[in-house]
């Protein structure tokens, strides 16, 4: 497996549950193409959780929309819709990296000046 492939499969094995990442996103973080990301995902053969990630509209790819949906609904991501056209609501379940390393490093005290 090549460096690309490892960072973009690292990145979406640590989307947290209830969250999602766009495909220009990811393709951000990795300094690569959506299109590229596209590929590494549905190239098969990976155990991650693939329908956290969408497309610019916050809908999986059309092939999977039925058994994203699925996921979507048992881990509570926040949906616009939720029919057979599922769209995720980015503004509340758009997650990013940074968020994470964020999140677990220690706050700091201010000091008066």
């Known amino acids: ?8 499969l690292g990145i979406v094995a640590s989307i947290p549950a209830g969250r999602v990442m766009t495909y220009g996103g990811l393709a951000r973080e990795v300094d690569t193409g959506a299109r590229t990301v596209g590929r590494i995902l549905h190239g098969g053969g990976h155990d991650i959780p693939w329908w956290r990630v969408v497309n610019a509209d ?15 609904l048992n881990e509570s991501t926040p949906l616009l819709s939720d029919d057979p056209d599922v769209r995720v609501d980015l503004a509340q379940a758009r997650w990013a990296p940074a968020e994470t390393t964020a999140s677990t490093e220690p706050v700091q005290p201010q000091q008066d000046h």
Do not use: N
């Open 1 to 8: 497996m090549d460096d690309l492939t490892e960072q973009v």
């Open 58 to 72: 916050g809908r999986p790819y059309s092939g999977a929309a039925d058994r994203a949906r699925i996921k979507f």
